[in-house]
């Protein structure tokens, strides 16, 4: 059974930082490009950021660009969000890219006050 868990959100202060990580379970994703994506209340979810297999490349959201960095270890995906902005307060998800539906995790709060 794969299972994708995000951890790492909480609430900071604008200009704080945060480390989400996503373990992945259930079989390889060795050979995936894994994603992040966010979700506000009413609203499509976003994506975020992408790293390709071995990390030889990595994609982000205009919005984030400079800001947040994606990793990938053995299989757990990391995205280290900086100089947080009230605007990247969202629920985030970590799922191949491009994502399986039947891969959503419960995903983990940030909340970024200004």
């Known amino acids: 059974q794969v299972q994708l868990v995000e951890s790492g959100g909480g609430s900071v202060q604008a200009g704080g930082s945060l480390r989400l990580s996503c373990v992945a379970s259930?079989?390889?994703?060795?050979?995936?490009?894994m994603g992040w994506f966010r979700q506000t209340p009413g609203k499509a979810r976003d994506f975020v950021a992408a790293?390709?297999?071995?990390?030889?490349s990595k994609s982000y959201a205009d919005s984030v660009k400079g800001r947040f960095t994606i990793d990938r270890k053995s299989n757990t995906i990391y995205l280290q969000m900086n100089s947080l902005k009230p605007d990247d307060t969202a629920v985030y998800y970590c799922n191949t890219h491009p994502p399986d539906s039947t891969y959503w995790g419960q995903g983990t709060q940030v909340t970024v006050s200004s």
């Open positions: 790293v390709s297999r071995y990390s030889h």
């Open positions: 259930g079989r390889s994703f060795g050979s995936d490009t």
